[in-house]
């Protein structure tokens, strides 16, 4: 099993490298097209998307090549936390349905949807 964990250390290290050079890549050219506005406007939305998720995707890789050589306690406080994460990003309103639930809570009436990927 450590042998595994061992060669699976070595895969996301190599996807970390990866990700992280196209990820630097697009932040880099989205901030020039900012200033010389040369890319069309559909490639500039799909680099907007790639700017945040991109960055959570390198985050989870290098979170998962990180605590694969650690216990299993650290693991699971990581794929818990990793799951909060993506779930309130792809469903915002896990909350307020979550919340109300709960005896006496003030559940908020706006909607929060798309709050967290700002253009």
Known sequence: MKEFRLQLEKVFDFLGEIIAFLVIAIWAVYIIDTNFVFLPEVLRNIFAYVRYWGLLVLVAVEGF????????????????????????????????????????????????????IHF
């Not at 605590?67 to 915002?92: C, D, E, G, M, Q």
């Open 65 to 116: 090549e990180c605590t694969i050589k650690r216990n299993i306690i650290i693991r699971l406080i990581f794929y818990i936390l990793l799951a909060v994460v993506v779930i309130f990003s792809f469903f915002p309103d896990t909350y307020n349905m979550l919340i109300a639930y709960v005896p006496g809570a003030v559940v908020p009436t706006t909607s929060t949807a798309g709050a967290f």
